[in-house]
Nanobody, 122 residues
Framework: QVQLVESGGGLVQAGGSLRLSCAAS????????MGWYRQAPDKQRELVARITSGGSTNYADSVKGRFTISSNNANHTVYLQMNSLKLEDTAVYYC????????????????WGQGTQVTVSS
C-alpha cells in the first residue's frame, strides 16, 4: 500500500522559513515526478513546485526565488524549502507523486499525501 507522509508544517512569522518533507513508501519501483500543491481556504488547490525524476523543476510564479524543491530518488522523498514566507503562503500543503509504479502493479497511478498546515503570521 502506497503512502505519502508529509512533515514540517507549522506556524511561522512572516519573513521566516520552513522546510517540508514528504516520504513515499510501499514497494515503489519508480515515480515520474513529485511535487507540492497548496490549498488556502475558499481557494482551489494550486501547484507550488514540481520536480521530475530527472531533476527538472518548475515553480508557481508566486514562489519563485523564495521556495526550492529538491528530492532524493533513492528514498522517494521530496523536500520544499520555503524562505521569506508571506501571509499569502498560508495554506494546507499537499505532497504528490505522479505516475508511481510499484513492484506489484505496473500501471502508474497518482498519489497524494494527507496535507500539512502552514500558517504565516504577521
Amino acid at each position: 500500500q502506497v503512502q505519502l507522509v508529509e512533515s514540517g508544517g507549522g506556524l511561522v512569522q512572516a519573513g521566516g522559513s520552513l522546510r517540508l518533507s514528504c516520504a513515499a513508501s510501499g514497494n515503489i519501483y519508480t515515480i515520474n515526478a513529485m511535487g507540492w500543491y497548496r490549498q488556502a481556504p475558499d481557494k482551489q488547490r494550486e501547484l507550488v513546485a514540481r520536480i521530475t525524476s530527472g531533476g527538472s523543476t518548475n515553480y508557481a510564479d508566486s514562489v519563485k526565488g523564495r521556495f526550492t524543491i529538491s528530492s532524493n530518488n533513492a528514498n522517494h522523498t521530496v523536500y520544499l524549502q520555503m524562505n521569506s514566507l508571506k501571509l499569502e503562503d498560508t495554506a494546507v500543503y499537499y505532497c504528490s507523486a505522479e505516475n508511481l509504479r510499484t513492484w506489484i502493479r505496473s500501471v502508474p497511478l497518482d498519489y497524494w499525501g494527507q496535507g500539512t498546515q502552514v500558517t504565516v503570521s504577521s
